[in-house]
């Protein structure tokens, strides 16, 4: 399905009872709505799941950029309203616990919860992103490929599931370069650290402790600067710890969601 939000189309996809309480799955840098296939089943039996490709991935538009958080959060909230939500949930990994944060700031009003799962609240050095996005402009999202899965996966859990590495790599190969290129601009502009003080809805920080490029210092750093927050390190997990750890990633959220989302 497809929405008019926020000047762009954005396409989504609802699972689980129209009734129950909405969480919003928002993927990583480069991948699509399908990276949360092995959440899905976790959690529609129990949620109203709201799936989306963010703006520059997947079915979605891919303007060209730059963009950044508050475009991305805006298109969130514009893709709440176009569904008739008033508060939801908002699980995001990575760049989408960039956008969480930004949710969290400046629309905390729509959230019932807020998980932010391998990701930071500090910006990365400017050249590692001014690096990604050359060789991405110059040759193209296959320059992405072997170094990403480098960084996502543990190397045996890379040499285990050759089908997964299968899946995660055309997803990074069929990313457009607009978009890859504008939320990369994106993440170079971090700059909420000094407001997560503000946020209050609450909020579940959890990171692998083997990831190499959100570790487990900035994650106790980002739950540090949110009030409560709790945190859970997933063992054996690099970056993508939803898809290397699904087991222990959707116990843990679905324990915190089903605590935080029983009451209205």
Request: glycine fraction near 10%.
């Amino acid at each position: 399905m497809q929405a008019r939000v926020n000047g762009t189309d954005i396409a989504y996809r609802l699972d689980g009872p129209e009734a129950a309480p909405v969480v919003v799955l928002s993927h990583s840098i480069a991948t699509t709505m399908d990276m949360w296939r092995g959440q899905v089943p976790a959690l529609a039996q129990q949620f109203r799941v709201l799936r989306y490709d963010m703006r520059g991935h997947g079915e979605s538009a891919a303007p060209a950029g730059p963009y950044d958080f508050e475009m991305l959060a805006a298109d969130v909230v514009g893709l709440l309203d176009h569904l008739k939500i008033d508060r939801a949930a908002f699980v995001g990994i990575s760049i989408s616990g960039m956008i969480g944060q930004a949710l969290g700031v400046k629309h905390g009003h729509r959230l019932r919860g807020l998980v932010l799962s391998n990701t930071t609240s500090d910006p990365p050095p400017p050249e590692m992103w001014d690096q990604r996005i050359a060789d991405a402009e110059k040759g193209g999202m296959e320059t992405q490929v072997q170094s990403t899965l480098g960084r996502w996966f543990t190397e045996p859990y890379r040499r285990a599931n050759a089908a997964v590495m299968d899946w995660i790599a055309a997803m990074i190969r069929n990313t457009p370069v607009n978009g890859f290129v504008g939320c990369g601009r994106a993440i170079q502009g971090l700059g909420f650290a000094n407001h997560l003080r503000n946020i209050t809805a609450p909020t579940l920080i959890m990171t692998g402790d083997q990831d190499p490029g959100t570790t487990v210092a900035m994650a106790k750093t980002l739950s540090n600067r949110i009030p409560q927050a709790q945190m859970q390190i997933i063992k054996g997990a690099s970056h993508l710890s939803a898809i290397e750890k699904e087991a222990a990633f959707n116990t843990l959220l679905s324990i915190y969601l089903s605590a935080t989302l029983a009451n209205p």
